[in-house]
């Protein structure tokens, strides 16, 4: 849920307001006393291994899980879409038990691990969508990292960038322009994590692995660097999967999957270039320079720049 939906439930039904109000207490009372009284979390080695992922929506996030859950030999816990500063099980629990009654295998399962029974897992996957950086790499997780999840062998931080081009054409197409980000715009969020994949900032600490997603899609041997990173034995399995987490291609749904290298991934902007709503996007020039640096030109663009940039 984002933002605006959840202000306008919390104005629109009072009952809802409480119910954020009474969670937010209890969780917080919650994590007081396993800190008091299950002081033996930080004993006990818990993953062997924990990848965490983030990267604005519609950038090949769920595509790039996928694969990565698919070169993984044995079965990776992927916790989708969390939300920051707060504790992964926890948070999918209780949307789980608000939204999805129906599910009780899961809600049992995430309620086992919010009362301190952690699983061994061989690998822990979770990620966040359109939040700020110093949100997700935060000082408050970290100190609640081992409470939260329990002590991992070996952390990796991943970032997910996509060309401003494909990616703002995607984002319109599904109507989701719009971040989490209570103070930043689309265009400042992805010249951050830009600036993060250039290694301008370092908010990524654990074996910090940055994934170009147009060279993903594209370049195998590329793919293989990046299984090498994340010290994963390359098959390549799952290239050609569709997640269907976020509903699939946000122009192609789920029909291709299986074919997924049929998508026209990196050719969406042609389909927006007449809409002035697209085109106003590219009006801030840092935002074009950072693309070249990352991406270089995408023949055709240029027609979308302000001012003539030597190429």
């Known amino acids: 849920m984002n933002s605006g939906n959840l202000i306008s439930k919390v104005i629109n039904q009072p009952g809802f307001a409480w119910h954020i109000l009474t969670q937010k207490i209890n969780n917080e009372a919650e ?9 033996d979390y930080w004993l006990k080695t818990i993953n062997q291994k924990e990848i965490r992922v983030t990267g604005m929506r519609r950038t090949g996030n769920h595509a790039i899980i996928s694969w990565i859950q698919a070169q993984q030999p044995e079965k990776t816990w992927h916790l989708n879409n969390v939300k920051v500063n707060e504790n992964p099980y926890r948070y999918k629990y209780q949307n789980l038990s608000y939204y999805f009654p129906q599910h009780q295998w899961s809600i049992n399962n995430f309620k086992q ?13 979770y990620s966040y969508e359109d939040y700020e950086l110093e949100q997700v790499f935060s000082h408050l997780f970290e100190s609640k990292h081992d409470l939260y999840l329990g002590k991992t062998n070996k952390r990796y931080d991943v970032l997910i960038i996509r060309d401003p ?10 109507n989701f322009l719009a971040t989490k980000s209570k103070t930043k715009t689309p265009i400042d969020l992805w010249i951050d994590y830009a600036k993060e994949f250039l ?18 899609v594209k370049n195998k041997d590329y793919r293989q660097k990046i299984a090498k990173q994340l010290d994963m034995n390359f098959t390549d399995a799952g290239i050609d999967n569709v997640s269907g987490c976020g509903g699939g291609s946000s122009f192609d749904g789920l029909k ?19 809409r002035e709503e697209y085109r106003q996007l590219f009006s801030n020039e ?17 027609v979308l720049f302000p001012t003539k940039i030597n190429f």
């Open 199 to 216: 290694n301008e900032t370092n908010y990524l600490q654990h074996n910090k692995v940055c994934i170009n997603y147009n060279l993903w």
């Open 113 to 125: 691990q919010v009362k301190g029974e952690l699983t061994p897992k061989d690998c822990l996957l």
């Open 31 to 39: 994590d007081l006393f396993r800190t008091l009284f299950q002081k």
């Open 256 to 274: 291709l999957d299986g074919k997924a290298n049929q998508m026209d991934v990196n050719n969406r902007w042609k389909q927006f270039i007449d």
């Open 165 to 174: 081009f494909n990616l703002f054409a995607s984002r319109i197409k599904n």
């Open 286 to 302: 840092k935002l074009l320079e950072y693309s070249l640096q990352i991406f270089g030109h995408i023949p055709g663009t240029e």
